[in-house]
């Protein structure tokens, strides 16, 4: 007869399928744990960079790079056109004023000065021509006039002597008459005569004036004709150093082209390249320094040009205290430039960090010194070594610095020893 078989209620299978379930349900709650939590990245302290941050004195400067040049520039042109004949000096000579440098010419210039020069001896020849006439016609009117003052002399004496004997009839009225007539008709000649000379006079003083200042005018056209002939002799307009002189012999040069410069060595600026983001920051007065041979010097800017070219632009800067010994023009020089008067804030060192968060967060580390956190901070101003704190850090915290590329988006680095 058959006999029931009882059924066992802890199978093999139904034991394993039990522990499946459980090892799943751990897997999932593991994975849900993490992915709830912070994400964390162990690094090693020696591959970091961990600066500390810090209260102390901030001036905010950017560097920028200046070129050594001579604190007055004159530049040679030529004054006047021509072929380059002779070259007196070379390149980089030490000159005195008025030394002179190239010698040009021009034929058409020279012939023009030799035609001028003969219409002044022209001028002046007529003029002493007319001079020389017009005192021989006064000299004849003057002979003229006493021949005519001594006829009337006469007229007159033997117009009153009849007119004495008419009253005593001695005499008849023709012969009186006679004489009357005389004596008037000299009267006349004698005040035509003077009429002439005044004339004659003022004639001549206005022709002479006039002549003179002709002669005056073509003296000046022929002292400037002789400065532009004077001028094909390029001279040194101060004392200074020539550089950069651009002529050869046998070479044309158009009038108002340039053959050189003059670089007056009284003294030193610094003309610097600046981007155009700080323009509107940069002014005159404005401080700055650089270390020439383990010392410091000292800057301010003296002009500046506000002509943007290839995102930059341009100021001169004086030195304000003792000029170093041993620079030469076109020497580079870097120079720091302070952009506000020095301040006391909190620092924190600048690093490769600013690349990845922009300055909107750092890795700060926590009192243990075994983690590195995320920190939202503010920055503010910027020099070559540090950033202004504005929120977010204290003195005395420490901070990560380097790179974060490697972090990728980790919120958390554990650091290790």
Known sequence: M?????????????????????????????????????????????????????????KEFIPINGVVMPITTIYLDALEGGRVE????????????????????????????????????????????????????????LNQMAEVTNAL???????HLNKKLYEQKAIGFQDFKSSENLYNYQVRRKNLTEQILTQDSLSTRTQLAQMEESYARMQ?????????????????????QLTSLDAEIGQSKQKGERLGQLDVLSGYKIRADIDEHYISRVFTGLEGDFTFAGKKYFLKIKKIYTQVTGGRFQVDMEFTGEVPQGIRRGQTLQVGLALGDESVVILVP?????????????????????????????????????????????????????SYETYGKMEELVLQR
């Open 2 to 58: 058959d006999r029931p078989i009882a059924k066992k209620t802890w199978t093999t299978q139904r034991i394993l399928s039990i522990l499946g379930l459980l090892a799943l349900g751990v897997i999932i709650y593991m994975a849900v744990r993490s992915s709830s939590g912070k994400s964390k990245l162990n690094v090693d302290t020696e591959r970091l960079m961990i600066s500390e941050v810090v209260e102390g004195p901030f």
């Open 220 to 240: 000046n056209a022929l002292q400037l004709m002789r400065r532009k002939v004077g001028d094909l002799i390029v001279r040194a307009p101060v004392d200074g």
């Open 86 to 141: 002779e070259k007196l000096v070379e390149d980089g000579a030490m000159l005195k004023r008025g030394q002179p440098i190239l010698r040009l010419s021009n034929t058409d210039l020279e012939l023009t000065l030799a035609n001028q020069e003969t219409a002044v001896f022209e001028v002046l020849t007529q003029m002493q021509n007319t001079k020389n006439n017009a005192e021989q016609n006064t000299i004849r009117q």
């Open 153 to 159: 002399e006469e007229a007159s004496r033997v117009y």
């Open 350 to 402: 600048k690093g490769g960090f600013f690349q990845t968060t922009g300055g909107n967060w750092i890795f700060k580390v926590n009192e243990a010194g075994n983690l590195a956190f995320k920190q939202d901070i503010t920055l503010g101003r910027q020099n070559p070594n540090h950033y202004e704190v504005l929120s977010g850090l204290k003195p005395g915290d420490k901070v990560v610095t380097n």
